[in-house]
C-alpha cells in the first residue's frame, strides 16, 4: 500500500511523487519475493519524505530566489550559487546506501538460512516429516534457480500440498521473518 496522509496538499505530494517515479524509473532495481512490492517500497521511499515536507513549516526553506550578495546592479541568488542536482545527487547516495544495506542484511540472512546454526529452520517441520523442514522449504522455494514450486517439493517427498502449504505459511514464514528482523537490527 502507498503512504497516505489526510493533509489537504496530500495529493501534491503524490503528483510530485509520480513525476519523480517517471523520470527515475530506470534507477528501479526489483527485489525478491515480487516486484510489485519492492516497486511500491520503492515509490514509498520517496512520498514519504514528500508527504513530510508538507508539515514542515514553509519559514524552514530560504527560496532560490533569495537575493544573498548585492554586488553592484548584479543580483546573486541562492539557486544560482547551488550546483544544479545537489537534491537527487543526495537522493542517489542515500539510494545507494540503502541498497548497500539491503544487500548485505539479505545475503547475512541467506547465509545463516543455508546453515541454520541453532537448527531452528531444521527443527521445524510437519509430523512424521523431517525432510520437509524450514531451511529445506526455504532454500528449495527461494534460492535454486529456477525456484521450485511446492507442488514439485511435495512430488518428491511424497507428502501432500496442502500440509507442506499450511506448514510454509504458518511455521517458516513467521520463523523467517523473525530471523530476517534479527539481521535488520544488527545492520
Known sequence: FLYSSSHQDYLEAFNRTLEWVCKNIQNFESRPPSWERSFVVWINGYLKWRIQDLYTPDNRYDSLDKPISNEGENLTTLGEILPANSLSLLEQKIAELQKAKRQKQGESVRQYIEKDPE?????????????????????QLNFTVPPKKISDICKEINISNQTVYSHWKRRCIPLLREIANQFGEEL
Request: proline share 10%.
Open 119 to 139: 537448527e531452528r529452520l531444521r527443527l521445524s517441520h510437519p509430523k512424521k516429516h523431517p525432510e520437509c523442514n524450514c531451511q529445506v522449504l526455504a532454500i
